[in-house]
Every structure is written in structure tokens, then in C-alpha cells.
């Protein structure tokens, strides 16, 4: 039998194939590794979103009821005075951002015992007061989130709570 009948490939072909192989494969990682990384950004993005949304739906139940509110830490944080009658709980509790961690704490002051809400807080100070003569006084939250570090990221939620049952200034 002679070679030239032989059919099967050179080692010249088998690399010219592992190369071209390799060359597809890492491509294919690539765009693996991207997608990977796109869904954790936005699973972080989501639940930043939701534990926003959380924190202002609380705040704002807390703050409607309150009968009066004290900024701390110029904005840092909001110390809120809650009613006998508030069905959700009474006496004081301060909201606050320090290390870029939104914060409730079940005191007047921003230290103590807390309950964590939002991590990755980019606002110092997303806290203050309106204060209208006249009128009732009004809370404004503008607080911002940013879980990748990226500006395209990040997320701002604005808010302002009117502070029902606090006296006319």
C-alpha cells in the first residue's frame, strides 16, 4: 500500500485547525464572560432600586405621620418625632447616610441600634426641610445610588413628604 493513499491530515492542518479552534473559543468566552458581568451589574442595579424604593416607602410612611422633623448633620440625616397615635410605632427615629450607607435607627440621634436599607449611597446630605410660613413643613429627599461606580449607572430617587400631622410654621 502506498502513503499517497492514505487519507488523513498533516500536523500542518491540525494546527492550522487548533489555532483557528482557539481563536473561536476564546471569542466565545468573551462574550460569556461579558454577559456574566452585564447580569450582575443590573441583579445589583435592581436590587439597588428596590431597597431605594424600600427605604422611601418606609421614610415616607414614618415622616406623613411625624409631628415634627430635625435635620442632622447638615442633611446627612432627618430625626423624626412620631405620635401616640401612629400605628406603625411612636417615639423618635432618625434616617441617615454615613459611609455611604442609608440607615434607620430607632433613636433621635443617628447612632445606636440601626436596620441597614441602602448600600452604595453617592448623596452626603440627601436630606432637608421645607419650611413654608403657613404651611405644614415638607421633607426633600434626593438620593442617589450608583452600585458599579459607573455615572451611567447610577440611580436618583427624589421625593418630597409632607409632614402631616407637624404644626403650620
Same mark, same amino acid.
Given at each position: 500500500? @502506498?502513503?499517497?493513499?492514505?487519507? +488523513?491530515?498533516? %500536523? ?10 482557539? %481563536?473561536?473559543?476564546? +471569542?466565545?468566552? *468573551?462574550?460569556?464572560?461579558? +454577559? ?12 439597588? &432600586? *428596590? ?26 440625616? %432627618? ?5 401616640? &397615635? !401612629? ?6 427615629? !432618625? ?20 436596620? =441597614? ?12 426641610? &421645607? ?8 421633607? *426633600?429627599? &434626593? ?6 461606580? @459607573? ?5 436618583? =430617587?427624589?421625593?418630597? %413628604? ?8
Amino acid at each position: 500500500m @502506498r502513503l499517497r493513499d492514505e487519507h +488523513g491530515f498533516t %500536523i500542518t492542518e491540525l494546527i492550522v485547525a487548533m489555532v483557528v479552534g482557539l %481563536i473561536v473559543m476564546t +471569542g466565545v468566552v *468573551q462574550i460569556m464572560v461579558s +454577559g456574566m458581568r452585564t447580569s450582575a451589574d443590573a441583579t445589583a442595579r435592581i436590587a439597588a &432600586q *428596590q431597597n431605594a424604593r424600600l427605604a422611601l416607602d418606609r421614610l415616607e410612611y414614618e415622616a406623613r405621620c411625624a409631628t415634627s422633623a430635625t435635620v442632622v448633620g447638615g442633611g446627612a440625616g %432627618i430625626s423624626l418625632v412620631l405620635p401616640a &397615635q !401612629c400605628s406603625h410605632g411612636t417615639g423618635n427615629v !432618625c434616617w441617615g447616610v454615613a459611609s455611604g450607607v442609608l440607615t434607620r435607627y430607632p433613636s433621635s440621634s443617628c447612632s445606636g441600634a440601626n436596620r =441597614v436599607f441602602v448600600r452604595n449611597v453617592t448623596s452626603a446630605a440627601p436630606f432637608s426641610l &421645607q419650611l413654608v410660613t403657613g404651611d405644614v413643613p415638607r421633607l *426633600q429627599i &434626593q438620593l442617589s445610588v450608583d452600585t458599579t461606580n @459607573r455615572a451611567s449607572d447610577a440611580l436618583t =430617587v427624589n421625593d418630597t %413628604i409632607t409632614l402631616r400631622n407637624a404644626p403650620r410654621s
